[in-house]
């Protein structure tokens, strides 16, 4: 049994790379009796060095170029995020053959084909475990764990800002902005938190995991997304009062559509084949789904293979330590040389398969939950009705509150299961009744799994 010692070059060292220094430096001896592996830490480059206290394990330095040409430096680590200086020193690394270790879920949604080859061009690697789910090691699981599956859906929370915020919104009655100040003082936000809040992060993550899972290209702009920005306590106790948490879910689902399954409004659009549902919205989820109980920072991550059914992956999706330890296992990988192994030989990154051929989002089929703001008259529900009746949407249930002003009322509609384009086109006609105050909330509801539900 050999023992070696790793020089690592870590570039950024703010939340994340905080706590890779954490565990390199305080679980030194632990990696070591496990693996025979140290891992010596280089170089750390930040972008101001003197805003850093002293308690680090070597001076810091703004010369990255410096510190990934540096022969001693065998992996580096970015830590940085966004899609210039990150990409910039990553083809730097590649280019040299250095093995890349990486949380950036920007970079990769935005340009993984291109980097994971030039990776392959010169015989290196990329390890992007702590870009998904923070410490939840559900890339290793799709890259090892499930191959034996295919995969017919995966339904996850996978922002740890969002969850906090309609945890804490939902719970303890804060406040959006309340919410998202604690996300962002923990250090789970993004440090742009729109990219959290409008459900761009959650979609860049479900780029990445789906490419794994369904083995196929997938981008970012492959998704339909939408945020929780818009997301009222109104909804939330409705939500509530039939049955419901709201969470933001990001949903890939293998689609097989037959002929005759057109939309008479979209001819031609909905053909027949296998296609991909992808998107990324906020959804009332039934409380006693597994995934309404995952809570804060906890992201959790449901995958549906052929073989094994229903597994679900569970843990803290973001902040310092969980991320870090998804880092320093991707870094254990590499050195140990599995990593390189398995990105050299499987065919499930987006530089090795086909683009997905993703369903059109108006031919998605799902539940709704509609909240309308109505005058309070004779009349206004049987014409909402009659509209949704005249679109193929059946109602599920119908929920009004009584209100003090007689003005402004919401009522409430949960719907059977209905196409988007048709959805959509009633709702544009409701929006402009002179009855209703648009705009009307339109949210998804998901259904159980059958498996699931039957425990
Ligand atoms: P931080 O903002 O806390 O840290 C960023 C680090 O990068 C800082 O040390 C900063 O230097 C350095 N940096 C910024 N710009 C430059 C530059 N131009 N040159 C050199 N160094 C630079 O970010 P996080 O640690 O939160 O996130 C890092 C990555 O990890 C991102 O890709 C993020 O999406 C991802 N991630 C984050 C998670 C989290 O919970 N925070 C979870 C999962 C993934 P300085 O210290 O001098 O400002
Ligand atoms: N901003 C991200 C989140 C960090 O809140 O989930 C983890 O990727």
């Given at each position: 049994m050999s023992e070696r010692s790793i020089g690592v070059t870590l570039l950024g060292c703010g939340v994340v790379g905080g706590g890779v220094v954490n565990i390199l430096t305080q679980q030194r001896d632990l990696l070591r009796q496990r693996t025979g592996l140290t891992f010596d830490i280089r170089h750390i480059v930040v972008r101001d060095a003197g805003k850093h206290r002293g308690d680090l394990p070597v001076p810091l330095t703004t010369d990255a170029a410096a510190a990934i040409d540096d022969p001693g430096t065998q992996i580096v680590v970015e830590l940085i995020g966004g899609t210039t200086t990150a990409g910039t020193h990553i083809e730097r690394a590649l280019k040299l053959g250095k093995p890349v270790v990486t949380a950036n879920k920007s970079l990769l949604s935005a340009r993984g084909g291109e980097l994971f080859a030039l990776a392959r061009k010169h015989d290196t690697c990329i390890a992007f475990e702590a870009s998904c789910g923070g410490g939840v090691p559900i890339v290793e699981s799709l890259m090892k764990g499930l191959l034996a599956n295919r995969i017919d859906a995966l339904v996850g929370i996978v922002n740890g800002t969002c969850n906090v915020i309609l945890t804490r919104m939902t719970r303890n009655g804060w406040t959006y902005d309340e919410a998202l100040k604690e996300a962002q003082r923990l250090g789970f936000a993004e440090a742009d938190p729109t990219l959290d809040v409008s459900g761009r992060d959650a979609a860049q993550k479900l780029a990445l995991l789906a490419s794994l899972a369904f083995n196929v290209g997938v981008a970012e702009s492959d998704i339909h997304v939408e945020g929780?920005?818009?997301?009222?306590p109104t909804d939330i106790q409705f939500a509530r009062d039939l049955g419901y948490v709201i969470k933001l879910l990001a949903i890939a689902e293998r689609h097989v559509q037959g002929v005759g399954s057109k939309d008479p409004h979209h001819p031609g659009q909905a053909k027949p084949g296998e296609f991909l549902n992808l998107r990324v919205h906020p959804t009332l989820v039934h409380k006693d789904d597994v995934l309404a109980e995952v809570g804060g920072s906890f992201n959790a991550i449901s995958v549906y293979g052929h073989a094994l059914g229903h597994a679900l992956f569970y843990g803290r999706g973001a902040g310092q330590m969980p991320t870090a330890s998804a880092v320093v296992s991707d870094l254990l990988g590499v050195a140990l040389g599995t990593t390189p192994l398995a990105f050299k030989q499987l065919r499930i990154f987006p530089d090795t398969t086909p683009r997905a051929s993703v369903l059109p989002f108006h031919d998605l089929q799902s539940r709704y939950y509609l909240r309308l703001m109505v005058k309070?008259?004779?009349g206004v529900m049987g014409q909402v009705s009659q509209i949704l009746g005249n679109h193929g949407i059946s109602l599920s249930a119908i929920l009004q509150r009584e209100t003090d002003d007689g003005q402004n009322v919401p009522i409430v509609i949960t719907t059977h299961r209905a196409t988007e384009g048709p959805m959509r086109r009633a709702l544009d006609q409701i929006n402009a009744l002179p009855t209703i105050t648009p705009p009307t909330v339109c949210l998804r509801i998901i259904d159980q799994p059958k498996e699931f539900a039957g425990g």
């Open positions: 929780i920005d818009t997301i009222q309070d008259q004779p």
